[in-house]
């Protein structure tokens, strides 16, 4: 990796001297400049000087230690006020303060400096590498494998090899083939990597019998040299592969239902995954009719070695609550309580709290500061919303008016009172289809029809019908990509599990598929539990979103979004950060766009 002085100071005179000429007045200055004083003058000078005070007062600032400061005065900069001989010292005084202080957002600022003016190489080169990995931090980890390795093309860093690894293990078959015409023959020695650990599904012997294989045939390449330090650490897991699960789940009783898709969903993938899961055996036990301690002891009798289930919010928390359990577990719900407790316990659901604080985190991303709430007059609606209010406080956003409605009346007085409460900038919506097709109409009533509208997975039933859901047109919303394969990944032929997907989309009643998906992720969790044990930063990119585990082992999932048009789901595209439309991640704290406005 190229490495960089950390003092401000040094950067200019690199920059600077990477240039070929030195500006007038940086180098002259004395280092105990005051930085007050000089974004003083800039206010009373002209753009081009103003700029230039300000680039000043900000490399001061970062000198002095004051690097917040330092690098709000950076990113405020027009940088196409300044000379040409100043705008590469600006581009890499904010891309390092934005690497230092976490902001990716402040180094992809600064990179867009690369597509504008001839950059020296190595300035060049320390560019994209920060620009790389501050795109991995946005999620938008195809645009960053492909600058980290064309970063590493022309220095040959094996320092790059886990970064590189890091976004290429996030990615789906569809994105790493779209990858190939893109890059040379190191990225293609990456994406051949990158597919057999795929294929691999979770079989560790295999695994490294062909990581063996390409390395012999890619002796030169970087990760063959050095093996990614992620893949080094699943050689652990050799000799603990998952062959034996037992599924605890209730055959009668009020979960019978939920619990019999679910079932569904795991019997169907495990048979169409037969010959990619290695002979693994299921166990199903029936929670309904023994203690749950009676059903570890039978599931240990019978040689298991992990369990899915069980799917009652109860039994859930009191596993949560012990210190250890019998034996790994992926428990289908999540607790009463604030955290997990139990060692080697993990709790996985369709969690709509979950999709509540996505939504808040997405509004306040695209540049949203005064929501206002409508959500149903009940339970399931004040402890959604309640997770929604949280989550949006958390990131200094106001709740202008939370209205509670009654999810059997009509919307219209309602929408009325959700608009009465102050002036919203978005609105967060809770509601199953037949009331959320009321809520547009009704803004439009009252003049609000560009009010953006961001919305959980239940308004949307899961099958195209354009002449009902056109009423929901530029209604922004989360769901699984099982249900918007559009939206989430292009198309039906790029579904994580397709064979699976094809087999229980066939015949599945709507209101269950997405628990059918739930029970097909929880099946290829549960195989890979030893891996989330052993390596917390896994990931799954499964049927019902990207899967991540948290501290305290309960699952997250991250949902991709979607936007009516014509009463369909279809991707929401926006900003283009490379010259090619990657998924919309609006920059934070930005005035709000016309995303989600009805025209």
């Known amino acids: 990796m190229l490495k960089m002085p950390r003092g401000l100071l040094a950067i200019a005179f690199l920059a600077i001297l990477l240039a070929g000429c030195a500006p007038p007045g940086i180098v002259d200055r004395v280092p105990d400049d005051d930085p007050a004083y000089l974004l003083e003058q800039a206010r009373q000078q002209g753009p081009e000087q103003a700029a230039i005070s300000r680039l000043e007062a900000a490399d001061i600032l970062a000198r002095q230690g004051r690097r917040t400061q330092a690098l709000e005065v950076a990113s405020d900069i027009d940088d196409q006020r300044l000379p040409a001989e100043y705008r590469l010292q600006w581009a890499m ?7 230092s202080e976490g902001e990716p957002w402040a180094v992809i600022q600064a990179a867009q ?126 000799g603990q592969e998952v062959r034996h699960i037992a599924v605890f789940l209730p055959e009668s009783g009020p979960l019978a239902g939920v619990a019999e898709a679910i079932r569904d969903g795991i019997r169907s993938h495990h048979q169409s995954a037969a010959e990619r899961n290695g002979g693994v055996r299921l166990t199903f036990l029936d929670t309904s009719r023994s203690s749950i301690d009676a059903l570890y002891e039978e599931a240990r009798n019978r040689g298991a070695q992990v369990v899915i289930g069980p799917l009652d919010k109860d039994l859930v928390t009191e596993l949560e609550n012990r210190d250890r359990l019998p034996l790994p577990t992926l428990g289908l719900n999540y607790g009463h309580g604030e955290t997990n407790r139990a060692q080697g316990f993990f709790q996985y659901g369709l969690s709509a709290e979950d999709e509540a604080r996505q939504v808040a985190r997405r509004g306040r991303d695209d540049g949203h500061r005064r929501s206002a709430m409508l959500v149903p007059d009940n339970e399931w609606g004040r402890r959604v ?55 547009p109409p009704t803004l439009d009533y009252y003049n609000a029809s560009t009010l953006p509208i961001y919305a959980t997975s239940h308004l949307f039933e899961g099958r195209p019908q354009p002449l009902l859901d056109h009423d929901l047109d530029d209604v922004n919303f989360i769901d699984i990509p099982w249900q918007i394969p559009d ?43 030893p891996q989330f044990q052993l390596m917390p930063e896994s990931e799954l990119n499964g049927a019902t979103g990207r899967l991540t585990r ?44 016309a995303n989600g406005q009805r025209n």
Do not use: C, K
């Open 113 to 238: 400096l690369l597509d504008e003016i001839q950059v020296p190489r190595d300035a060049g080169l320390i560019l994209r590498e920060r620009h790389g990995r501050a795109l991995a931090q946005v999620d938008e980890h195809r645009a960053a494998a492909l600058i980290l390795i064309g970063v590493q093309a022309q220095t040959d860093s094996e320092a790059l090899n886990d970064p590189i690894w890091s976004s290429l293990s996030r990615l789906e078959g569809p994105e790493l083939a779209s990858m190939r015409d893109e890059t040379d023959d190191l990225g293609r020695g990456w994406l051949a990597l990158a597919n057999l650990v795929r294929e691999s599904g979770g079989d560790i012997e295999r695994l490294f019998m062909r990581l063996d294989e390409w390395r012999e045939r890619n002796a030169r390449h970087p990760a063959a040299r050095s093996v990614p330090e992620d893949l080094i650490a699943l050689r652990e897991l050799r």
């Open 487 to 529: 939206a989430a990944v292009g198309g039906v032929e790029a579904l994580p599990y397709l064979s699976s997907y094809q087999q229980l989309h066939a015949d599945a009643d709507p209101s269950v598929f997405r628990l059918m998906a739930m029970g097909v992720d929880a099946y290829e969790l549960a195989r890979r539990l």
């Open 93 to 99: 005084l904010l891309s390092e303060l934005g690497e």
């Open 385 to 439: 919303g309640r997770a929604f209010e949280e989550e949006w406080r958390r990131l200094d956003g106001t709740i202008t008016n939370a209205v509670a409605y009654d999810p059997r009346g009509s919307a219209t007085e309602s929408t009325r009172r959700v608009l009465s409460g102050g002036r919203p900038d978005m609105l967060f919506l809770l509601a199953l289809p037949s009331y959320a097709r009321q809520v």
């Open 550 to 593: 948290a501290a305290d082992g309960r699952i997250e999932r991250h949902l991709p979004w979607a936007r009516f048009q014509r009463g369909v789901p279809q991707p929401i595209l926006a900003i283009d950060l490379l010259g090619t439309d990657l998924m919309e991640n609006g920059l934070p704290d930005r005035e709000p766009s």
